[in-house]
Nanobody, 115 residues
Framework: QVHVVESGGGLVQPGGSLRLSCAAS????????MEWYRQAPGKQRDLVAT???????NYAASVSGRFTLSRDNAKNMVYLQMRGLTPEDTAVYYCRYFSTWGASWGQGTQVTVSS
């Protein structure tokens, strides 16, 4: 079982930046991917970005060029650096650990972009 905890959400003004962190603990397998999703009120949960254990990243078109995902394998941490935030980025952001043995979700962290 893998336990996932997100942190770093909050209120930020349009154009601002925020960094989200995701910590995974438990039975971590060396080959895995860490993913960020977001869900705005009344909308489905959408994939934002993924990073594999060897550092390959993929981004949704809506965040490409503004968001950067990185990871520290030694600490089992991933970081989502968000820049140029707009009100459309307002959502609950969820981290997901995924391996061939299964997936685990965090509880989510709220990001609100508003003036």
């Amino acid at each position: 079982q893998v336990h996932v905890v997100e942190s770093g959400g909050g209120l930020v003004q349009p154009g601002g930046s925020l960094r989200l962190s995701c910590a995974a603990s438990g039975r971590i397998f060396s080959t895995n991917s860490m993913e960020w999703y977001r869900q705005a009120p009344g909308k489905q949960r959408d994939l934002v970005a993924t990073i594999t254990s060897d550092g390959r990243t993929n981004y949704a078109a809506s965040v490409s060029g503004r968001f950067t995902l990185s990871r520290d394998n030694a600490k089992n941490m991933v970081y989502l650096q968000m820049r140029g935030l707009t009100p459309e980025d307002t959502a609950v952001y969820y981290c997901r650990y995924f391996s061939t043995w299964g997936a685990s979700w965090g509880q989510g962290t709220q990001v609100t972009v508003s003036s």
